[in-house]
């Protein structure tokens, strides 16, 4: 008891010299962006976005079936414990591919278009659906890294989508089925669904695009992020998830 409380301390104590250290490098990488350094990002800016939303229906056809299994989906917190601090309920699951590179084999091969689709995309690290249930509020918060840029495509938007939005620094948007949005998730941000239907998105990180020498720098950051107590401890719970589903 005493060994695994020991270890607990070590791990949060870890966390918070690594999330100092990735945050003293923000303005540094905001000012070595080859996209700016905005809250939303034009879908236009990145080649490879043509080519998901041309392709948007199969993943949605893929994402329905499911749905028919969204009992046993994973909240976020089953997943990642960290999340525990912005949602403890059952409205919020996800179904992962990839997560900071790690790949989750059972959950791809049960949605091969998805998974090929998402793999075509130069530099993504993280993929996976992201279910909100009705009346689900997401509080304020930042993301750890701002190496990463953070894609949404909207699979299944609720009709009143006006009560379905997301703010990122001042900037408010709404989802539209078979559109994109780009943003930085290092502005502070938050999500509403105060309707009565589901929300889902394909939620994508990808390697923000930096001049050199600081892309080689953050290529280096990202792979030892992957190597984290953090994300491995996510791997493991994912895999658990995974056999779950038939």
């Known amino acids: 008891m005493v060994l695994t409380q020991k270890k607990s301390q070590i791990r949060e104590f870890l966390l918070k010299i690594g999330e100092k250290i990735l945050r003293s490098l923000e303005s540094l990488i905001g000012e070595s962006s080859q996209i700016g350094n905005s809250t939303f990002f034009n879908s236009e800016d990145f080649s490879w976005v043509n080519n998901v939303e041309a392709n948007w229906m199969k993943i949605r056809d893929e994402m329905n079936l499911l749905l028919n299994q ?41 949605c091969p278009e998805t998974t090929r689709i998402v793999e075509q995309i130069p530099g993504m690290k993280t993929a996976f659906f992201s279910i909100l249930l009705p009346h689900k509020h997401i ?26 939005k997301i703010r990122v620094g001042q900037d408010f948007r709404y989802w539209e089925e078979g559109k994109s ?51 491995q401890s996510g791997k493991n719970n994912f895999i658990k998830w995974e056999n779950k589903l038939g």
């Open 70 to 110: 969204l009992d046993n989906i994973p909240n976020f917190q089953d997943i990642s414990t960290d999340q525990l601090s912005l949602t403890a309920d059952d409205r919020w699951k996800t179904y992962f591919f990839y997560a900071y590179g790690i790949k989750a084999e059972k959950n791809c091969q049960r």
């Open 139 to 164: 509080p304020e918060h930042r993301g750890p890294y701002k190496g990463v840029i953070r894609y949404h495509l909207a699979l299944k938007v609720p009709e009143n989508k006006i009560d379905c």
């Open 181 to 231: 949005l780009i943003f930085d998730d290092t502005f502070s941000h938050e999500v509403w669904n105060d309707t009565d239907e589901i929300r889902v998105i394909l939620f994508l990180d990808f390697i923000r695009p930096l001049h050199f020498p600081l892309s080689l720098l953050n290529q280096l950051i990202i792979q030892l992020i992957s190597w984290s107590p953090y994300v």
